[in-house]
T-cell receptor, first 116, second 111 residues
Framework: NAGVMQNPRHLVRRRGQEARLRCSPM?????VYWYRQLPEEGLKFMVY????????ESGMPKERFSAEFPKEGPSILRIQQVVRGDSAAYFC??????????????FGEGSRLTVL | GQQVMQIPQYQHVQEGEDFTTYCNSS?????IQWYKQRPGGHPVFLIQ?????EVKKQKRLTFQFGEAKKNSSLHITATQTTDVGTYFC???????????FGGGTRVLVKP
C-alpha cells in the first residue's frame, strides 16, 4: 500500500512566482489536511478538505493561498506570488475518518519550498 | 482558539538516561496523540490516548493522559541514539475537524 504521496519533494521559486504542491492521500482515505512547518518550529494547521469540499480553512492566509481536492486527482495547495516568508516545509496528511473526532493522521514526506 | 504547549523545547540527554516531556492544552481534549519526527523526516504517529488517566507503554516509551484530559506526558527510559528527533503532541479542536500540534520537544542524545 502506497503511503501519502507528495510532490515535488523540493521546490525552488523566485519571489512573485507561483508554487503548486500536490498530495495524493493513502488509498481509501478521503480526508486531507495541509500543515506548514517552519525550521525548528511546530506544525501549523492550514486547511482540511474532503473530496470537492473545503471543510476548515481557518489556518490559511487570506491572500495568495488556496487549496482544492477535486473529485479526481490529487489535492493541490497553491501559493501565488510567493514571498521569502513562504519558505517552509508543507506536509500533507490523510485520514480515513469515519466519523467523530479526527484520529490518526498519516503524513507524506513533505514538500520543501525555498523562495529566493 | 485552542493552544497546545510542550515543554521543554529542547532536551539534551545522555545515552542511557531517562527523561520526560510534557504537553498541556488550553482546552479539555477528547483524545491526545503523539507523533515523532526524525531530523529531515515527516511526522509519524506513535499513539493515541482517549481515557482520563490512561497510561500506555511502547517498549521504553510511557505515555500518560491527565485526569482532567488537558495534559499528557511522554517518558522515555534508557534513552538511545535512535530516540533522536522531535516529539509532538496533538489534540483535536472543539469541532474535531483538525489536530492542533504542540511546538514539539527536540531530543538530542549524547553518546
Amino acid at each position: 500500500n502506497a503511503g501519502v504521496m507528495q510532490n515535488p519533494r523540493h521546490l525552488v521559486r523566485r519571489r512573485g512566482q507561483e508554487a503548486r504542491l500536490r498530495c495524493s492521500p493513502m488509498k481509501g482515505h478521503s480526508h486531507v489536511y495541509w500543515y506548514r512547518q517552519l525550521p525548528e518550529e511546530g506544525l501549523k494547521f492550514m486547511v482540511y478538505l474532503q473530496k470537492e469540499n473545503i471543510i476548515d480553512e481557518s489556518g490559511m492566509p487570506k491572500e495568495r493561498f488556496s487549496a482544492e481536492f477535486p473529485k479526481e486527482g490529487p489535492s493541490i495547495l497553491r501559493i501565488q506570488q510567493v514571498v521569502r516568508g513562504d519558505s517552509a516545509a508543507y506536509f500533507c496528511a490523510s485520514s480515513p475518518r469515519s466519523g467523530g473526532f479526527v484520529g490518526e493522521l498519516f503524513f507524506g514526506e513533505g514538500s520543501r519550498l525555498t523562495v529566493l | 482558539g485552542q493552544q497546545v504547549m510542550q515543554i521543554p523545547q529542547y532536551q539534551h540527554v545522555q545515552e542511557g538516561e531517562d527523561f520526560t516531556t510534557y504537553c498541556n492544552s488550553s482546552t479539555t481534549l477528547s483524545n491526545i496523540q503523539w507523533y515523532k519526527q526524525r531530523p529531515g523526516g515527516h511526522p509519524v504517529f506513535l499513539i493515541q490516548l482517549v481515557k482520563s488517566g490512561e497510561v500506555k507503554k511502547q517498549k521504553r516509551l510511557t505515555f500518560q493522559f491527565g485526569e482532567a484530559k488537558k495534559n499528557s506526558s511522554l517518558h522515555i527510559t534508557a534513552t538511545q541514539t535512535t530516540d533522536v528527533g522531535t516529539y509532538f503532541c496533538a489534540g483535536p479542536g472543539a469541532a474535531g475537524n483538525k489536530l492542533t500540534f504542540g511546538g514539539g520537544t527536540r531530543v538530542l542524545v549524547k553518546p
